[in-house]
């Protein structure tokens, strides 16, 4: 596990006064050159310095030739020039009065200069002369606090930094100064950060990330590069590579080098998250060698230590233990930040040369530090877990698992926003990965299968609630077999092999299937012969769905009886296929929809929660056909789909909003709970980057058309089913633990028993008819995946071009209802 940097922002200089004429011309310069500080283009500050030396060589001791020589102190010292920063730091100005503002802010200086230094008390000792005496005017006031709090935060004081930040972004709000409000919320983010509340500091960095006239500062691009190393930690590795290249190429033509090496070495550390040791090997030996030459001893010892993680992720020992020595010889040094990552990759390391009692008894002092975060925790929990199966000790290693999954779900139930809870397993499903690997191959096959489901749809299942919720057991799971009379199918793909778990009202049992990439590819190639309209999947054999077939259904065939009821919970690529479409070969070739009804579901765990009473009377709410728009025309049928929908029920039963009148706020005003039934027929965007800003897309102003599955998921639901009649509705993305992040998921974790939505483009005049043969079995009781099927199954009976997968497969019935 990295460790953060902690971003030191650039320092805004005290204003200052001079005469009429050419004082104008030398304001100006200081001026610029305070300007220039905060972009970070310290070669462009010299320069104006060097041009505002003109004015003061023959007055050496005014306080105008004091500004200067404090401001090129303050230059040097963010170049990391201390020597050339020391004679105006340390010289006595004049006694005057008049003076008495810039002695403050050489003893502010001074301050700045021991913290880089590594030495955080006496600094902060030096800073409170600093605050006591007279002169400080309102800037100086600010940063004196701004550094004030960031002192505290390296001595770990943090209640005491955060009330100091505080204070200083509320002064700053209050003059309109951004530059210090950004500086304090940057530090405030920082505190969080170092303790690994990864998703409490993002709002801080996103605030000023938000002023877009702060674009052109040092400190915006710092937040930029935190926000970054935010996502990274919280899973969401996508979002975080575009923001960390944005700091990156920042950092890389201007500022001051601490910078650069530290937007280097958050890109290392996002690439270690995301499984790319030797790419990181790169990115933290580039950091190394720029913190070493800067002088920062701190920053050198982080990315030491990061160089020997990334080496024992490529398992290359030697590399790994030379990088660790060096790390823990620099902290030595410093004594910044927590020796226990050294311990931890120590143990790592013995552990790699087959030295395991060694590893377990360093596992053992890193979990005894009462200051050791999650992120280590789970670290050591899961490495002690493995060299206890190395020495033959199960029991033993069944412990430490299950102790790592603890901390796991209480961290992840106590993160703060829905999107970071759906993130944050992506970096850790390795570890359940290794922990179900295990207890296969100790013929626990039941508890594997628990283990593997406690990864899934924890954050769906909450349904608002904070605490993580209790694992499923497999009992509990055969008791909802029996009671639906269903086969439920759990698949489990990881790099090495994969699983499939089979539940059944008679019994169950689990097989080895192929990796992860070899379903994988035949998934994509399957899925784009039935995505082509005109592709035929019954038309040849040996296709890639008949090797599906044998690989996922097959093994499962003796469970399997003729109109079976099959829920399945997916893994990685399997979220993008519909099982139906796979061809049977027999005495007449065939798709599997014609075997089985087939649902989806988000985890076992899922299925087993107290059924919610339904709706009665059956009540239907119908909203679409909005207006059309920019890149959302008209849909020409959807005013035909909407209409035979309604013609089903009572029309006192029936609210419907089409047209100008099918908005976001119609929908949220029409009390949505209180429907049996839901649909929306409508265009809709599918977001990869951020799933939950999928929207419907409705009618309304430009600013308020589209309505967002965030919004959907935080209202409550009681539906049976709803219906996103649109393309892609069910997701563009699916993550580990979660599945296929989009309207489905949305409207689920609101609380809709079951959710009907896309998986990729339809023709709207198919769908149309799918949806009214839908609805018509909908309105006199049929259970919602039967009339799903046979809506299916009366566009293949009638062949022609309906009869094609594209036509009918696009949409999928995602349940926690079998």
Known sequence: MTRPALAIAALALAACTFGPGA????????????????????????????????????????????QLRLLRAEIALLERKVAAAMPALTSALPPDSTFDGLRARQTYLRAKQQVDDGHAAEALETLERARSMPGVDADLQMELGALGGQIRLRLGRWNEAEATLTAV?????????????????????????????????LPYFER???????????????????????????????????????????????GPRIYFEQALGQMGNLETLRGNARESVSLFTRALAAAKAAELTGDAELWAGNLAAAYVQLRQ?????????????LWGVTHSGSPLYHTLYSAAIAAGRGRYDDAIGMYDAALASPSAPASLQWDAYFGRANAAIALGRPDRAATDFEAALHVIETTRAGLLKTEYKVSYLTQLISFYQAYVAALVDQGRIDRALEVADSSRGQVLAEQQKTAAMPRGTASAFSRVAQASHSVLLTYWLTPAKSYLFVVSPTGGGHVELPAAGEIEALVRRHREAVASAIADPLGARDTPGDALYRALIAPAARWLTPGAHVVIVPDGALHGLNFETLPVDGSRRHYFIEDAEVQIAPSLAALTSADRPGQTPRTLLVIGNAAPRGDFPALANAPIEMSRIAAHFPSDRVTMYDGARASPEAYRESRPARFALIHFAAHATANAESPLDSAVVLSGPDDAFKLYARDVAAMPLAADVVTVSACRSAGARAYAGEGLVGFSWAFLRAGA?????????????????LMDRLYAGLATGVRPAAALRDAKLSLIRAGGRTAAPYNWAAFELFTTSP
């Open 23 to 66: 004082s104008r011309r030398f304001d100006s310069d200081l001026a610029s050159a305070r300007s220039a500080i905060q972009r970070g283009e310290l070669s462009d500050a010299s320069s104006h310095a060097d041009h505002a030396a003109a004015f003061v060589r023959s007055r050496p001791e005014s306080v105008q030739a004091w």
């Open 317 to 329: 020992w030697d590399d790994a233990e030379r990088y660790n020595d060096e790390a823990k010889r």
């Open 753 to 769: 028993r079951r959710v009907v939505a896309g998986l990729w483009d339809v023709d709207d005049q198919s769908t149309a008819a």
């Open 169 to 201: 972004a509320r002064q700053a709000a209050g003059a309109s100064d951004r530059y210090h409000e950004a500086l304090a919320l940057n530090n405030l983010g920082m505190s969080r950060f170092v303790r690994g509340r990864y998703d409490e500091a």
């Open 208 to 254: 000023v990330l938000a002023y877009g006239d702060l674009r052109d500062l040092s400190i915006y691009a710092a937040s930029l590069s935190n926000a970054g190393a935010c996502y990274a930690r919280l899973g969401d590795f996508d979002r975080a590579m575009t923001v960390q290249r944005r700091a990156f190429e920042i950092h890389e033509t201007r």
